[in-house]
C-alpha cells in the first residue's frame, strides 16, 4: 500500500462534558447531563462529569502528553453552557478565556485545533424551554456557534457543528436513555429535523463571517455515526432489511448536510406515519444553501442486518451505538433488525470489530455524496484494560483493532477516498456517559485513586511510532 498523504492530520479526539470537571466553576452554567447523570439509576455505578479527569485544570499537562505524541490535531468540544451560562443572554468572559488558552496551548505545540460546537451538553436552561423540540434554538445555537467563530476563528481553521446527531436524538427521544429521557418516535423525527436547521444555519453564520473577512478561512462540517449495515444473508428479505436500516440510520442523517434533502422513501414512511417531521417554507431553502465543506465520521462497528415480520419486535431502549450493551433484538417490525453475525469478533461490549465495515462505509458515502473530504473523527476501542505488576497498561486489542482499521483507511486512499484525517478516540480515558469510567478507551490511562495521574499505555508508544512514519509502521 501506499504511504499516508504528507499532510494527513494524525489525532485524538474527547469531548467537553466526558474530560473536563469543572462542572460549576468560573461561571458556567449546568448542562442537561449535569443533571442527569446525578439522577439515581442513569449511569454505571452513579458517575457523572462534575470531575471527570479534570482537564479544564489540567489542560497544559494534557497538551503536553498530546505533544509527545506526535498528534498533529487534536479535536475537541466546546461546552455551550461554558460560553452562554443560560444558553442565550450574556457571554461569560471566563468561558471563552478557557477555550482562547486551550487554542493558543495546542498552536505553541504545533497541534491543530479542530472544534466541536455540541457534543451533548444542551444547557439546562434551554432544555427547561422545549430543549430541541423548540425551534427556537436554532437561533440560539446559531447565536453561540457565531460567538465562538467570531471568538476563535483566527486560530481554529477546522469546525464542526454537532457530533452524531442520531445518538443524541434517539438516544434522548426514542429511546429515553440520555436526557431528556424521551420515548416518543415521532418527537425524535421532529427533533431531527430542527437540529438539521441548526447546523444549516450554522454554516451560513460562519461562511458569512469569513466572506466578511472577520475570521480566518477554513472548513465546516458535520460528524456523523458510521454503523455501516450489512445483510445477514443473500435472502431478498435480509437485503431488503439492510436497505431500509441504510435509509433509517445512514441517509436519514446524512442527506439533509450534505444534500439538502431528505431521503424520499424514508420521509414518506415518517410522514404517512407520523406527519412527521413539520416542514415550514423556508426549511428546505435552508438545507439546501448550506451544504458541508467536509463529512466527520464516527466508525466503532458495523451492523448486520436480517428481515423482521409483521409482527417482530421493536426498538429496545439501547444506544444505537451498543452502548449499553447487544442489539441483536432491536428493529422496526415488518422493516428490519440487527443480529450477532457469528462469523465476527465482538468486544466485551458486544460492539462487532469489523474493519471492513468502515472501507465499505467511505465508499458508500463518495458514491453517495461524492469527493467530499472525509474526516475520521473518531475511531477506537472501549475496554478494561489490564495494568501488569510492574504498573504498565496493557492494552494490546486496541492497539490491533487500531492497526487494522487504520489498514483499511490506507486501503480507501489507495482506491481515491479523499481521506484527510483520523483521530482516535480517545486521547485519554474519560467519562463514557452511561458506563462511567470502566469502559476506558484513551492511549492515556487515567488513575482514578492517585488523583487522576496520567500514565502512558502501550497504544501511546504504539501511536507515536505510527505518527513518526507517517503510517509506515503499520
Known amino acids: 500500500m501506499n504511504p499516508f498523504p504528507d499532510d494527513f492530520l494524525w489525532g485524538a479526539a474527547t469531548a467537553a462534558y466526558q474530560v473536563e470537571g469543572a462542572y460549576q466553576?468560573?461561571?458556567?452554567?449546568?448542562?442537561?447531563w449535569d443533571l442527569y447523570s446525578h439522577l439515581p439509576g442513569a449511569t454505571y455505578q452513579g458517575a457523572n462529569g462534575d470531575r471527570a479527569v479534570d482537564h479544564y485544570h489540567r489542560y497544559?499537562?494534557?497538551?503536553?502528553?498530546?505533544?509527545?505524541?506526535?498528534?498533529?490535531?487534536y479535536r475537541f468540544s466546546i461546552s455551550w453552557p461554558r460560553i452562554f451560562p443560560s444558553g442565550a443572554g450574556e457571554a461569560n468572559p471566563?468561558?471563552?478565556?478557557?477555550?482562547?488558552?486551550?487554542?493558543?496551548?495546542?498552536?505553541?505545540?504545533?497541534?491543530?485545533?479542530?472544534?466541536?460546537?455540541?457534543?451533548?451538553?444542551?444547557p439546562q436552561a434551554l432544555q427547561d424551554q422545549g430543549?430541541?423540540?423548540?425551534?427556537?434554538?436554532?437561533e440560539h445555537f446559531a447565536r453561540y456557534a457565531k460567538t465562538c467563530f467570531e471568538q476563535f476563528g483566527d486560530r481554529v481553521r477546522h469546525w464542526i457543528t454537532f457530533n452524531e446527531t442520531i445518538n443524541f436524538i434517539m438516544l434522548g427521544y426514542r429511546d429515553g436513555v440520555h436526557p431528556p429521557g424521551v420515548r416518543d418516535e415521532k418527537r425524535a423525527v421532529e427533533v431531527s429535523h430542527i437540529v438539521n436547521l441548526a447546523h444549516a444555519q450554522a454554516v451560513l453564520e460562519y461562511r458569512k463571517r469569513v466572506r466578511e473577512k472577520k475570521i480566518a478561512?477554513?472548513?465546516?462540517?458535520?460528524?456523523?455515526?458510521?454503523?455501516t449495515g450489512f445483510p445477514i444473508s443473500e435472502s431478498a428479505e435480509d437485503v431488503a432489511a439492510c436497505e431500509w436500516y441504510e435509509e433509517m440510520d445512514f441517509h436519514w442523517f446524512y442527506d439533509p448536510s450534505l444534500q439538502g434533502r431528505y431521503p424520499p422513501r424514508l420521509l414518506q414512511y415518517y410522514q404517512a406515519r407520523f406527519q412527521a417531521p413539520t416542514v415550514l417554507d423556508g426549511d428546505m431553502a435552508l438545507l439546501q444553501s448550506a451544504p458541508s465543506d467536509f463529512i466527520g465520521i464516527n466508525y466503532y462497528q458495523s451492523a448486520f442486518l436480517a428481515h423482521n415480520p409483521a409482527d417482530g419486535v421493536g426498538f429496545a431502549a439501547i444506544n444505537v451505538s451498543g452502548e449499553q450493551g447487544t442489539q441483536k433484538d432491536s428493529g422496526i417490525p415488518g422493516l428490519f433488525k440487527r443480529v450477532r453475525n457469528p462469523n465476527v469478533a465482538y468486544?466485551?461490549?458486544d460492539w462487532s470489530i469489523y474493519p471492513e465495515g468502515l472501507y465499505a462505509g467511505m465508499k458508500r458515502i463518495r458514491e453517495r455524496y461524492g469527493d467530499l473530504p472525509i474526516l475520521i473523527t473518531e475511531n477506537g476501542l472501549g475496554d478494561k484494560d489490564p495494568i501488569?505488576?510492574?504498573?504498565?497498561?496493557?492494552?494490546?486489542?486496541?492497539?490491533?483493532y487500531l492497526r487494522e482499521h487504520l489498514r483499511a483507511c490506507q486501503r480507501a486512499i489507495d482506491e481515491g477516498i479523499p481521506l484527510a484525517g483520523y483521530f482516535v478516540w480517545s486521547f485519554i480515558d474519560l467519562l463514557s456517559w452511561l458506563n462511567g469510567y470502566q469502559k476506558q478507551y484513551g492511549v492515556v490511562y487515567v488513575d482514578r485513586v492517585r488523583d487522576l495521574q496520567r500514565k502512558k499505555k502501550q497504544s501511546?508508544?504504539?501511536?507515536?511510532?505510527?505518527?513518526q512514519t507517517n503510517g509506515a509502521a503499520l
Open 25 to 32: 466553576d468560573d461561571g458556567k452554567g449546568l448542562s442537561i
Open 94 to 122: 471566563q468561558g471563552i478565556r478557557f477555550y482562547s488558552d486551550l487554542i493558543d496551548e495546542l498552536l505553541k505545540y504545533g497541534i491543530v485545533p479542530v472544534a466541536t460546537l455540541y457534543h451533548w451538553d444542551l
Open 460 to 467: 501511546y508508544f504504539w501511536y507515536q511510532q505510527l505518527i
Open 347 to 349: 468486544t466485551p461490549w
Open 131 to 138: 430543549g430541541w423540540e423548540n425551534r427556537a434554538l436554532i
Open 60 to 73: 497544559r499537562e494534557d497538551v503536553r502528553l498530546m505533544a509527545e505524541l506526535g498528534l498533529k490535531a
Open 388 to 400: 501488569s505488576p510492574e504498573g504498565e497498561i496493557l492494552d494490546a486489542p486496541r492497539i490491533a
Open 217 to 227: 478561512g477554513g472548513m465546516i462540517g458535520i460528524a456523523h455515526v458510521l454503523l
